[in-house]
């Protein structure tokens, strides 16, 4: 992934930080909700497809935002921070170069194949 998008996707992680910081939540709650989207992994234990359906469901940025968006509309607090968790997670993940996944196996993003360079830095 380019170096740019990297950047990017940092700066959103941040914020998604700084989002949580002034809602108050205290960082334990933060650092136990990190994690969850990364159980969605365990669908890749009945195939690829089910795999990268469950992985996209957990990491899907506009899925964080509804999610968000359904909490501040309704006034549940929960989901609003489940909501930013969500998105902050993905944004970490797209700066280690896991993006959203492919039926053809964990290893095929949406920025390419994990573990390949880039040619163009």
Same mark, same amino acid.
């Given at each position: 992934?380019?170096? %740019?998008?990297?950047?990017?996707?940092?700066?959103?992680?941040?914020?998604?930080?700084?989002?949580?910081?002034?809602?108050?939540?205290?960082?334990? !709650?933060?650092?136990?909700?990190?994690?969850?989207?990364?159980?969605?992994?365990?669908?890749?234990?009945?195939?690829?497809?089910?795999?990268? %359906?469950?992985?996209?469901?957990?990491?899907?940025?506009?899925?964080?935002? %509804?999610?968000?968006?359904?909490?501040?509309?309704?006034?549940?607090?929960?989901?609003? !921070?489940?909501?930013? !968790?969500?998105?902050?997670?993905?944004?970490?993940?797209?700066?280690?170069?896991?993006?959203?996944?492919?039926?053809?196996?964990?290893?095929?993003?949406?920025?390419?194949?994990?573990?390949?360079?880039?040619? !163009?830095?």
């Amino acid at each position: 992934m380019k170096l %740019i998008l990297k950047w990017e996707e940092l700066v959103l992680f941040a914020l998604s930080i700084y989002a949580l910081y002034d809602m108050h939540v205290q960082w334990w !709650v933060y650092l136990l909700l990190f994690l969850g989207p990364d159980t969605s992994m365990l669908g890749y234990a009945a195939g690829n497809r089910a795999g990268a %359906i469950s992985y996209n469901l957990f990491h899907h940025k506009g899925i964080a935002a %509804i999610v968000f968006i359904a909490g501040w509309l309704s006034g549940i607090g929960i989901l609003q !921070v489940t909501g930013i !968790v969500l998105f902050g997670h993905s944004c970490m993940d797209r700066v280690f170069g896991y993006g959203l996944k492919y039926f053809t196996g964990f290893k095929f993003t949406h920025l390419g194949e994990i573990g390949k360079q880039d040619s !163009v830095k």
